[in-house]
């Protein structure tokens, strides 16, 4: 099972663990096209794939720049969505709603959207993953909207694999990972967190974005797998 020749989409490529599983789909074969909001960014993962991928700047907040960027690119097999900014911690107290529904803008209706404008050209034998989180299962002071979020991306996922089958759609749902998800902290902060986190994991490490990876590219070449919330975490969930 492998991706050899086919096109894979990846909204969200360019960086983190989106880009870490455009590598990965590269080195089973795939031929990739990744998209981004910033040039820079886009130039960026262009050097990292092989030759022949593809790379798009596209604001996937807006319905109609996603759905020319598939009118462009035209069949391909499969569509992977890591698109997201960095998180925040967001205390109810101090909650700031505006940002709240930008978090749900992107992670959540620029998921949808894309999937909706994708459909007409993804193969019938193609698939879908998408992308949750463990804040849904076990959330913390300040994580209600990111738990939001994390819920609402796996209960989408399970309806589209319904609604849209043949196709498959599946979701992977990391723990914490060594990523740019986290720049917005503070250095000090966010390397704290990362040696408690992994100081906790039965694994005794936080994850790296290439292990997070290879739970994407299992989700597309595993054709009895859809409706499925794959969780890479490490094992921190059972301590």
């Known amino acids: 099972m492998d ?42 993962a262009l050097t990292r794939l092989p030759d022949g991928c593809d790379g798009r700047v596209v604001d996937l907040t807006d319905a109609r720049a996603v759905g020319r960027l598939f009118d462009d690119l035209g069949e391909f097999s499969h569509l992977v969505y890591t698109a997201g900014e960095p998180l925040a911690l967001m205390p109810l107290d101090t909650l700031d709603l505006d940002a709240a529904r930008n978090f749900f803008e992107l992670r959540c209706f620029g998921a949808l959207g ?29 994580w209600a909207v990111a738990a939001g979020v994390c819920g609402a991306m796996e209960a989408l996922t399970k309806a589209l694999a319904v609604e849209l089958a043949p196709i498959r759609v599946n979701v992977v749902s990391p723990g914490f990972v060594r990523s740019p998800l986290w720049s917005g902290m503070g250095e ?40 499925t919330v794959l969780t890479v975490d490490g094992g921190n969930l059972l301590v």
Not at 9 to 25: F, K, M
Not at 35 to 42: D, F, G, L, T, Y
Not at 126 to 141: E, Q
Not at 197 to 217: F, K, L
């Open 188 to 227: 000090e902060e966010r390397e704290r967190m990362y040696a408690e986190a992994g100081a906790a994991s039965p694994v005794g490490r936080v994850g790296e974005v290439e292990d997070i990876a290879r739970a994407y590219v299992f989700l597309m070449t595993e054709p009895f797998a859809t409706g």
């Open 114 to 142: 894309a999937v909706r404008a994708a459909l007409p050209y993804l193969r019938k034998d193609g698939s879908v993953t998408l992308t949750t989180g463990t804040a849904k299962d076990r959330p913390g002071t300040g």
């Open 3 to 44: 991706l050899q020749g086919q096109r894979v989409v990846v909204l969200g490529g360019t960086s983190g663990i989106g880009l870490a599983t455009a590598e990965a789909a590269a080195r089973q074969g795939a031929v990739l096209t990744v998209a981004s909001s910033r040039r820079a960014s886009v130039d960026h």
